[in-house]
């Protein structure tokens, strides 16, 4: 069972910055389409950004744009999200989720749903 590891997060002060990690436990995430959750207290989880299985896609929600970064790195087989210009509001629970697009259109794309979760990064944004 395709299992998803994260690593990164904790806390930050408003203004500075995280990076997130998401890689595969087995296997390799090439082309895989990958997206970042954000959960905030009391509040339903969100997509706040994707990356097509290509990498030549990437998404982001609105509050981030700007702000946070993702990427891969095929070769360490891992997805980051890179999150600068902090804001309370940011904070949350972060979880990484992947899928193996259903054909080769998905590649280019992000997916609409994901099979695979990661277990989720505290982030708290917090003076």
């Known amino acids: 069972q395709r299992r998803l590891v994260q690593s990164g997060g904790g806390l930050v002060q408003p203004g500075g910055s995280l990076k997130l990690s998401c890689t595969s436990s087995?296997?390799?995430?090439?082309?895989?389409?990958v997206a970042w959750f954000r959960q905030a207290p009391g509040k339903e989880r969100e997509r706040i950004s994707c990356?097509?299985?290509?990498?030549?896609?990437?998404n982001y929600t609105d509050s981030v744009k700007g702000r946070f970064t993702i990427s891969r790195d095929v070769a360490k087989n891992t997805v980051y999200l890179q999150m600068d210009s902090l804001k309370a509001e940011d904070t949350g629970v972060y979880y990484c989720?992947?899928?193996?697009?259903?054909?080769?259109?998905?590649?280019?794309?992000?997916?609409?749903?994901?099979?695979?979760w990661g277990q989720g990064t505290q982030v708290t944004v917090s003076s």
């Open positions: 989720a992947a899928d193996l697009p259903p054909n080769a259109a998905g590649l280019t794309k992000c997916l609409n749903a994901y099979k695979y």
């Open positions: 087995e296997d390799t995430l090439t082309f895989w389409g």
């Open positions: 990356i097509s299985g290509t990498s030549e896609f990437t």
